[in-house]
């Protein structure tokens, strides 16, 4: 959850992130999705093209975006 953050991100920076992410993701690791929770509906369509964009990478794990904390963690545990 990002509260009152400033979202400056670049297409370039997008790919770096997604390059870290890969980096540093434990391998071992047995979670299989992050959710992304946003406060405001710009926050949350910058969120969402980044989800969809990592959809494209070869990530471990599947992200969502949302503005609802309660659906996010639904989502998080459902199976």
């Known amino acids: 959850?990002?509260?009152g953050c400033e979202c400056d991100f670049s297409n370039i920076s997008l790919y770096d992130l997604f390059e870290m992410?890969?980096?540093?993701?434990?391998?071992e690791a047995t979670r299989t999705k992050t959710a992304i929770v946003t406060s405001t509906r710009t926050h949350l369509a910058m969120a969402q093209l980044f989800c969809e964009e990592a959809g494209h990478q070869p990530?471990?794990?599947?992200m969502r975006a949302f503005i609802d904390r309660a659906k996010a963690e639904s989502w998080v545990i459902e199976k």
Do not use: D, T, V
Not at 21 to 27: D, E, F, H
Not at 59 to 62: A, E, G, K, M, Y
């Open 59 to 62: 990530l471990f794990f599947s």
């Open 21 to 27: 992410i890969k980096a540093y993701y434990p391998r």
């Open 1 to 3: 959850m990002f509260e």
